[in-house]
């Protein structure tokens, strides 16, 4: 059973940075895309980034280019999202997700497994 387990969100002035984490377990993920999504209240939950697992490879939502950057480290299966430059608008839940299929996609009905989510609040 995949199992995702995401950390590190909490409250931070705008400007400022934070780095998200995502634990994975449960199976092997190399030929699997991960990606970040968030959820504002009231709003859709949308595709923030995501990354190829195997390859490295990117995508990132055009509102945080320049500003995320995901990464995932092999050795303790986990996906990172760094943010900087945060803004009051970034504020929302973030989840982790992974899918069933091959290959990294930016649409949510593609992933079937979801974290629990985790609170990042960004103050004016």
């Known amino acids: 059973q995949v199992h995702l387990v995401e950390s590190g969100g909490r409250l931070v002035q705008a400007g400022g940075s934070l780095r998200l984490s995502c634990a994975a377990s449960?199976?092997?993920?190399?030929?699997?895309?991960m990606a970040w999504f968030r959820q504002a209240p009231g709003k859709d939950r949308e595709f923030v980034a995501g990354?190829?697992?195997?390859?490295?490879?990117?995508l990132y939502a055009d509102s945080v280019k320049g500003r995320f950057t995901i990464s995932r480290d092999f050795s303790v299966t986990t996906v990172y999202l760094q943010m900087n430059s945060l803004k009051p608008e970034d504020t929302a839940v973030y989840y982790c997700?992974?899918?069933?299929?091959?290959?990294?996609?930016?649409?949510?009905?593609?992933?079937?497994?979801w974290g629990q989510g985790t609170q990042v609040t960004v103050s004016s």
């Open positions: 997700a992974t899918g069933t299929g091959y290959g990294l996609r930016t649409t949510r009905a593609w992933y079937t497994y």
């Open positions: 990354i190829d697992w195997g390859r490295g490879s990117a």
């Open positions: 449960g199976r092997d993920f190399i030929n699997y895309g």
